[in-house]
């Protein structure tokens, strides 16, 4: 039962907490961030379950679900589909305050910075979002007892 409940509690809570934490990287909660939050924090949860979801599995599978995996991975997964729609398309120009971000259809050297920090701004929630994650299911992980022979490798119950 355990092994059922903690995960699921994992995908409900940890993606949108991760999601809110862009809120408060853009300077808190204001009238014009409600909407954004709530439109995020859907879009957070439609990801994990498309994406988090099967690599969790994956993960699980192969015995490798620790810290460094779920936060790297919950990086990876934030990123993906905001890199994917950043692709210019049939933009000729684009301007982000002062700065020109597309110009005759190509990322201008500013904007591909932009883009960059922009991008890696969803990684560090992405990333978050697995730590989270990791608090919700690091007891399904134990590590072996002092008379097994490989210690360090982790066992799943």
């Known amino acids: 039962m355990k092994k059922i409940v903690l995960p699921a509690l994992g995908f409900l809570l940890a993606p949108p907490l991760g999601a809110l934490s862009w809120v408060f990287m853009q300077g808190g ?6 909407g954004v939050a709530a439109w ?5 949860l439609a990801i994990s379950v498309v994406l988090g979801l099967p690599i969790y599995l994956f993960l699980s599978r192969k015995r490798i679900v620790n810290l460094l995996s779920l936060s790297v991975g919950g990086a990876i997964i934030s990123m993906l589909p905001w890199a994917l729609l950043s692709y210019p398309g049939i933009t000729t120009k684009s301007i982000v305050g002062q700065t020109i971000v597309i110009e005759n259809g190509s990322y201008t050297t500013e904007g591909i910075v932009f883009q960059i920090q922009f991008i890696a701004q969803f990684g560090l929630c992405g990333a978050i979002s697995g730590f989270i994650f990791w608090l919700i299911v690091k007891s399904l992980i134990t ?3 002092s008379t097994t022979r490989n210690k360090t490798r982790a066992s799943y119950p």
């Open 29 to 34: 909660a204001s009238e014009n961030t409600y």
């Open 40 to 44: 995020a924090v859907t879009v957070s």
């Open 143 to 145: 590590t072996g007892s």
